[in-house]
C-alpha cells in the first residue's frame, strides 16, 4: 500500500507560471524526497527534506514540510514545458535493514508551451 | 558516468511463462531495491540487498516472485507463472552505502512487462 497522496492528481499550467503539488504522509518519517518521472529519462531524485527542516531550495524548487500536519509541498516556479511529467513524494523510513522508499500516487504536470 | 541498467526495456510474457528482469546497478553501490510500479501508481517496494544479502523481501506479492544478487552486484528478479496482474514496470534502484544514513537511490529505466 501507498503511505500519502499526492494532491491534485493533475495539473495543467502555462509556460512560466508557477505549480504547486501537494504530499501527505501517514506515519512518521525521517526524511521526505521528492522525485520526477518522464518517459525517457525515468525516476529522478530532486531533493530531500529532512524532518527537522521546515524548507529547501535547490534551483527553482522549493519544499516544504510540516511534520505536525503530516504534509509537505513542492513548489516549481517559473515553469518550463520541460517540467511535463509525474511527480512523486516518497518518504523515507531509515532501519537496520537499510532505507525504504515509500511512495506516493503522484501528480501528473502539464506545462503548456 | 554509467547509471543502472534494466533489461530487457520491454517484455511481452503469456499467462504462465516465466520471466527474468536484470538490473545492473551502479559500479560499487551496496545497496540495491527493487520496486514495482502499477499504471497511474506510485513505485512500490519489493525487495533490497545489501551486496548479496537479500535483507527485506517483505513487499514481494507471491511465493512466484524471487529476487537474488549472488555475487552482490548485478540482479535479477524472477516471476515464475506470470499472471495478468503482474503487468507492470519493474524499476531497480542502488545506493551507495548500506542505508544507515540519508542516502539518494538512483533509479534505472525500468523494465515494462506485459502479461497476456
Known amino acids: 500500500s501507498q503511505q500519502g497522496e499526492e494532491d491534485p492528481q493533475a495539473l495543467s499550467i502555462q509556460e512560466g507560471e508557477n505549480a504547486t503539488m501537494n504530499c501527505s504522509y501517514k506515519t512518521s518519517i525521517n526524511n521526505l524526497q521528492w522525485y520526477r518521472q518522464n518517459s525517457g529519462r525515468g525516476l529522478v531524485h530532486l531533493i530531500l527534506?529532512?524532518?527537522?527542516?521546515r524548507e529547501k531550495h535547490s534551483g527553482r524548487l522549493r519544499v516544504t514540510l510540516d511534520t505536525s500536519k503530516k504534509s509537505s509541498s513542492l513548489l516549481i516556479t517559473a515553469s518550463r514545458a520541460a517540467d511535463t511529467a509525474s511527480y512523486f513524494c516518497?518518504?523515507?523510513?531509515?532501519?537496520?535493514?537499510?532505507?525504504?522508499?515509500?511512495f506516493g500516487a503522484g501528480t501528473i504536470l502539464r506545462v503548456k508551451s | 558516468g554509467a547509471g543502472v541498467s534494466q533489461s530487457p526495456r520491454y517484455k511481452v510474457a503469456k499467462r504462465g511463462q516465466d520471466v527474468a528482469l536484470r538490473c545492473d546497478p551502479i559500479s560499487g553501490h551496496v545497496s540495491l531495491f527493487w520496486y514495482q510500479q502499477a499504471l497511474g501508481q506510485g513505485p512500490e517496494f519489493l525487495t533490497y540487498f545489501q551486496n548479496e544479502a537479500q535483507l527485506d523481501k517483505s513487499g514481494l506479492p507471491s511465493d512466484r516472485f524471487f529476487a537474488e544478487r549472488p555475487e552482490g552486484s548485478v540482479s535479477t528478479l524472477k516471476i515464475q507463472r506470470t499472471q495478468q496482474e503482474d503487468s507492470a514496470v519493474y524499476l531497480c534502484?542502488?545506493?551507495?552505502?548500506?542505508?544507515?544514513?540519508?542516502?539518494?537511490?538512483?533509479f534505472g529505466p525500468g523494465t515494462r512487462l506485459l502479461v497476456l
Open positions: 516518497a518518504t523515507d523510513f531509515v532501519r537496520e535493514y537499510g532505507n525504504k522508499l515509500v
Open positions: 527534506i529532512r524532518s527537522n527542516e
Open positions: 534502484a542502488s545506493s551507495r552505502t548500506y542505508g544507515f544514513e540519508e542516502e539518494t537511490q538512483y
